[in-house]
């Protein structure tokens, strides 16, 4: 990235379209959202030449599983934003969506430690 | 001259014939009589050849100065209609170009001697008071105009702006659909409301808004058009190529598209779609915006051309009318000042079809920055890998954190962020909006602070753990920013294998863990540290 011409200030840093442009002047998936900030995303098909950019960009970067909140941010979007775009896909069936494993269903701290150790010893 | 003899001689022989034939007594009288009848006579003979003659001699002059006079009218008459048909026009003509109007008025002063000189002087006289109105007039016009574009700069100014400060705010409340809800529409109106600024900056003779000093996408800038719009939910954008448009001709096709798609729209029912299209042609790109309305009649085309000629041409603002061919007008003014080149047809949807040409020269297949053109390259029409890269469910490699995500984050990271251009400063992208802080000057970047993901990868070698290709994605070389897909279709593909070999590395997990466990500072992104926050973040 060391060539990034066209760089000459912040009067050129934002872009032509508004995002409501993005959603189609939706504000948020309508209804109860399956997505939270952690939700993890994985594709279920391929993007295509049709599809919105962003959507495809989802597609593509969704390959392998990513949250809510990184899709967010490698798409420089707002969240709300993302969940919309999401929740279109979902629609499609082109996407699955998980939820985060909960803390809890981690196993007990000190059984960890005391295999590490276990592992450690060997 | 000798008119009065024969009278006088008729009347002498007759006063002798009759002294003749009378008595001798009354001889004397008729010979006195006759004498003084006769003398009569001749002195009126006399005094009527002498009246003839002046008459005849009045009447020469009179001819002669008729023939004068007639000739001073025709040439005075030929001077009139030079002075309507031809000099006025050029004086005026001269006096646009000069400014000067001693300068016009010195070119086309009266020089025929043949005029007499009150009338050179009133000619002259009524050029030099049209001359010296149009001046005023067009001074006075500059004026006006100056104003209202210095206006609209001013209104231009806050709408840009504000349009950034609700960006941010969008970013900041992303998470709050009703906020975000309030700020989209907040959005939109002011986005109409500049565009409406931008029409008067055209119309006011100016440039519209702002310069973009890079190129930009040809579907950003079309849909930078349907920003502008109040009912783009209507407007059907279709796939365009990834060809992006030189800095200086993005904003005027933005408002350009802008006020063709605000005619289409409204002129058609609000059930209909609007479709947005782009494709090449030998002389550049055309835009196409085809609406399913009523459609033109003939009349009503050719007056719509006509108000696209006439802005193209020289502009008063007279001519504008109502509201729906002030939008013609801008585009016109618009083609004429960017060499686009605009039509408008029958559509085969039964509205009208607007094919706006954007020439070649104005067209870039050069990398373009921005997001969507980013985007764009990372996810347009492209040929796909024949074997696709694809998780295999089974194994469910992000069953343990979503920490693991992340690790697939830099080979993704790369990607998108290579195409997007300007780097966020810090309180655009406040912490609170991005759960995992992005520092945009980012890709090359293999550390990020607080947990950045790309951090992570630095830790792993250190494992030991064989499979992992830690060191080997670090010198991936980041594609330039929005490279052109089509044009590189091996990069990619490449790329994508590399992106989903990486999640799939199952217990990976574990590493992150051990990592935590191991006593890996904080810092640097443990993985208990990432998932008990992100936890946090899932329970809130």
């Known amino acids: 990235m060391s060539g990034r011409p066209g760089l000459d200030g912040p009067a050129d840093e934002d872009e032509p379209e508004r995002l409501y442009v993005i959603t189609r002047g939706r504000s948020g998936p309508g209804g109860e959202t399956p997505f939270d900030l952690v939700t993890l995303i994985v594709s279920r098909a391929e993007p295509k030449a049709t ?56 196993p007990d701290r000190a059984l960890l430690e005391a295999v590490i150790h276990g592992l450690q010893r060997l | 001259m000798l008119g009065w003899l024969l009278p006088s001689a008729v009347l002498v022989s007759a006063m002798v014939a009759t002294a003749t034939v009378v008595a001798a007594g009354a001889r004397a009288d008729v010979l006195w009589c006759g004498l003084a009848g006769t003398v009569a006579v ?99 016009r500059e004026a006006s105009q100056r104003a209202f574009v210095n206006i609209a700069r001013r209104v231009q100014a806050i709408i840009h702006r504000q349009a950034q400060d609700l960006r941010e705010m969008e970013d900041r ?14 959005d939109h109106g002011n986005a109409l409301t500049g565009r409406l600024a931008d029409s008067i900056a055209v119309l006011g003779g100016a440039r519209p808004g702002r310069q973009w000093s890079r190129p930009v996408a040809l579907y950003s800038v079309l849909r930078g058009g349907m920003s502008r719009i109040l009912e783009y939910q209507r407007v059907d954008l279709h796939p365009v190529s990834e060809v992006a448009v030189i800095g200086p001709a993005v904003e005027p096709l933005i408002h350009a598209v802008a006020e063709l798609l605000d005619n289409a729209t409204r002129y058609s029912p609000p059930h209909t779609h609007v479709h947005l299209s782009a494709s090449e042609v030998q002389t550049g790109m055309a835009i196409e915006i085809e609406d399913g309305g009523l459609g033109l009649s003939e009349e009503g085309r050719l007056r719509a051309e006509r108000t696209l000629k006439l802005a193209q041409g ?9 509201t729906p061919r002030l939008g013609l007008a801008v585009v016109g003014r618009l083609c004429r000042a960017y060499g686009f080149q605009i039509s408008l047809r029958p559509s085969a949807y ?18 373009a920055t921005g997001r969507a053109h980013g985007i764009g390259s990372f996810s347009g029409p492209r040929p796909l890998p024949a074997n696709p890269p694809r998780p295999k469910a089974g194994s469910r490699p992000w069953g343990a954190t979503s920490a693991h995500a992340s690790v697939a984050g830099p080979s993704f990271g790369t990607s998108p962020w290579a195409g997007t251009g300007p780097a966020r400063s810090g309180p655009i992208r406040p912490n609170a909006t991005r759960p995992g802080p992005m520092n945009d000057d980012v890709p090359v970047v293999t550390e990020r602070t607080a947990n950045g993901l790309p951090q992570r990868r630095r830790h792993r070698p250190p494992l030991g753990r064989a499979g992992v290709p830690g060191p080997g994605r670090a010198p ?65």
């Open chain 2, 173 to 186: 409340h992303g998470n709050d659909p009703a906020v975000f809800d309030d700020l989209l529409r907040l």
């Open chain 2, 476 to 540: 991936q070389p980041a594609p330039p920013p929005a490279q052109q897909p089509d044009r590189h279709p091996d990069r990619h593909p490449a790329a994508q294998a590399k992106e989903a070999k990486e999640p799939v590395q199952p217990g990976i997990w574990l590493e992150a863990f051990l990592e935590g466990v191991n006593g890996q500072p904080p810092s640097t992104g443990s993985a208990g540290q990432t998932n008990e926050e992100t936890a946090g973040k899932g329970e809130q």
């Open chain 2, 350 to 367: 039964g509205g009208v079809r607007a094919v706006l040409i954007v020439p070649q020269e104005l067209i870039t297949t050069a990398p």
């Open chain 2, 42 to 140: 001749a002195a009126v003979a006399v005094e009527a050849g002498r009246r003839g003659r002046a008459l005849t001699v009045q009447r020469e002059q009179h001819a002669q100065r008729e023939e004068e006079l007639h000739r001073r009218l025709v040439r005075q008459d030929a001077s009139t209609t030079a002075l309507a048909k031809k000099d006025l026009p050029a004086a005026v003509a001269r006096l646009r170009h000069t400014g000067s109007v001693d300068n016009a008025l010195r070119a086309h002063e009266s020089r025929d001697p043949m005029l007499s000189p009150e009338y050179r002087a009133a000619r002259d006289d009524v050029l030099y008071q049209v001359l010296r109105t149009i001046d005023n007039e067009e001074a006075m």
């Open chain 2, 314 to 322: 020289e502009f008063d603002l007279n001519d504008l009318g109502e």
């Open chain 1, 51 to 106: 599809m919105q950019p962003e959507h495809a960009a989802i597609l593509r970067m969704c390959a392998s599983p990513l949250s809510v909140a990184e899709i967010s941010a490698y798409l420089r979007l707002p969240t709300s934003v993302v969940t919309v775009l999401l929740a279109d896909l979902l629609a499609d069936g082109l996407i699955e969506a998980r939820a985060a494993v909960p803390p809890a269903d981690f």
